[in-house]
């Protein structure tokens, strides 16, 4: 009986049920697309924070004080010690490998480019550009292109394997010098692919591929510094404290949290002897910016909770209260009050569950479309989620008619059949 | 009839028509108290949350450009072909800002340690790298009433900022040293230590009083952080560029690319927010006061049945809505105000100021859902017999 009454008001009444789903389904949409979409903003905005530039830098463990003046190294750069190229792989090897969005070698050298008859000297940057790069089975392409999105090249970006190289902007008018043409750098011929534009120090470099840079040191397989871009969690006071004075599943918990300097260790582990720190000036704002944008999002979330809320509770009042005659009728009949307030939970059970399924559906679609227009890239939506939000949905539903079914089981039958209330 | 009511009566006769119209809509309000009340709610809170989200989407742009202040310099003057910049340019550069950002001037060059080891040594107005380098982690500033004399020998004291891997070098014990430059010799004090990852870690930092008088070099580069947009910053660059003809300005890129990605995503994020949450409240206030509408039936029926006319009728319920819409806008208005001040205090650390130029937008919307939400079953029942309603089939 009580199976085939629920039964009979849902195909009976199709265009209250309709309503009443159409609002909860609504509602579970937006909360659905707002949890999917707050839960991964951080990440998306870290990702974009990356166009900053490097947050962690590699450098030679026992090296010598960096005489440098606008990017300008006034030392010869023969001196100091040297990191190992063919230990760049592994940083893809440590535990927040995933983390690591690229990385870029650097060694700077001097070099002469004649100019009007004599030598000009100028500072000659190796580096990669995109480089193939492989870690086991693991393939990825790195460099600068990645690391510093801000370099706009006007011709073509060099390739890795050639004696190609770019040409920073005012070295390039200083030189007369245009994309396509061919110039003598030590002694060997290499050709401009590109003019460089930064609005740093570069633009009175030339930046070659790695090899060629090593080639004029003399010294293959030298690195002076390594910069990586790392997503990183916001520091907190946990981050800061010395990994040497804590202990086991405490240093365990350090180390496997993405901070600026648990990823700096990991660095230095992985390459031989090295030293990685964070650049404070991108690492430590950052973490500022990302907490702010994730708070705000958060409570916005929040805010679109409360709403969804509402209108599915409203939506829920207003349907049952339209069906005072049918109650003051089962009430006639002999119905008790908890006869015929289970009728109405069950149908507002069952019309959750179903508006939440499809909300989920849609709202899942809905926080993929947001991901794909603002960030260009795969907002994920965990099945997990999925009970979570039909536990929620059934909740607010119930909570939303509660009020309503409390009104309508008390009514006199005698009114409510009259109509008169 | 008592004499008492006859009078009443009387009174009303000759009470223009308006009043009837306006008793009329008060009492609607008053007589269904409970589902009035619960209209005007929904309506409020539509309107505040439609409030709070303008308000969020309209101030969250300044609030996170100065969360990115703090990267610090987003200008950078230097003097053209490497000079130095001419004596007065940092008085130049303040009166240009007008106190729309800061400025810090830094000189370099290169000493050499008592035995002999080159180094760069920077000369700064401590007070301002501070205010301009937030991430700058130092372990005590130098005092910066400059010259202080030392207590022993009443001697000038020269403090000094070590970068960390400049530390050992010159002063592994935090010993007083000497530096050399060009033959004429700076006795320093260490103050403290600076790390940074940078450049800085290797480098020297002398007050810039102390760093004129003994290099002889005014500063060649002179570091700004512009606040505002985009747009203002440009003008800002532009600005200096005319006013500083001997100097080269250039943007930060890195900072201002970043910057205005982070800036544009998160407002379209913010904006697709706004768009669910403010469609979600509409349809709510939507299906409240449908409800509502489609419940006073009977209202309407004998409005009908006593000689009403479609226009009436039509007029009672849309005044009836713009009423219900325009107090739930203001109520909402002020609430939302309150919550977005909330929010930014709880996320900013600043509140977050009101915009008048959002309450006519939601006045606006709030008074044409309600019209909608009014309408709509109006022009549903209009079709309908009086009678048939009455008899309540």
Redesign the interface.
Known sequence: MFVRLVYESFRRQKRRKV?AGA?IT??VT?AT??IA?ATD?GD??NR??R???AN??VTPQE?S??????GVN??PPTDGAFLSEADLPKIKGIFWHNNIVGFAPILPVSAAIPHEGKPQDVTLTGTYFAKKVSYGNEEFVTGAKTL???WKVSGAWPDDNSRDVLIGERLAAKLNQKPGNTITISGRQCRIDGILS???AEDDEVIAPLSLAQEILGKPDAVKRVYVSALTKPEDAFARRDPKSLSGAIYDRWYCTPYPQAIALQLTEAMSHSHA?????????EG??LT??E???F???L??L???G??VS??M??AI??RRAEVGLMKALGAGKLAVASVFFAEAALMALIGGAVGFGIGSA?AHQ?GHS??NSQISISPVLLPVILAIAVIVTFAGSAMAIRRAVSLDPVFALR?EL | MSHQARDLAATRAHAPHTSMFLRMLVRAAVLRRGRAA?ALF?MV??AA?AT??LN?YVD?QA??QR??R???ANIIL?GKD?ASLPDGTLAQVDSALAGRGIAAPFG?V?ARTADG????VAGVEFDRVKQL?????VSAWPATENPHLSQNRGEVEHPVLVGV??LP?VSPKNQPFDLSFQGRKLHVTPAGTV?????ED?RLYVSLADFISWAGVQPS?IEVAASGSAAEVAAVMTQLAQAIPAAEV??????M??EA??LG??R???L??AA??I???A??VL??L??WV??RR?DFAIMKALGASERLLNGFFAAEAAALGATGAMIGFLVGIG?AAW?GR???HAPVVPRMGVLPIVLAGSMAVTLISAILPISLLRRVQPAVILR?E
């Not at chain 2, 250039?250 to 900072?255: A, S």
Request: aromatic share 8%; with cysteine.
């Open positions: 309503l609002a609504l509602g937006v697309a707002m979409v903003i998306k905005i974009e924070l166009t900053i530039g962690l830098v090296d004080l960096d005489v440098e003046i606008g006034l030392k510093y999105p801000w930064t609005g740093g720190e964070q650049i404070r000036q991108v690492a430590q704002n500022a910016v702010r944008i708070g705000l999002i409570l916005i979330t805010a679109a409360f709403a969804s509402l209108a409203a939506a009042a207003t209260f339209e809905l947001i603002i960030f109509g | 619960s929904a809170v539509a949350v709070a989200m969020l969250v609030k996170l969360e990115f703090n990267y610090g230097v490497g370099l290169v080891q080159p180094i760069v380098d937030h991430w700058w982690s891997r400049a070098l790390q940074t990852g940078a450049a290797s580069t250039r943007p930060v890129r890195q900072i690319e970043g990605r982070v995503k998160t379209a994020t913010l697709a927010a669910l949450i469609l979600t409240a349809l709510c299906s409240t449908m409800g489609f419940d009977r919550i929010i709880a996320n900013f309540g």
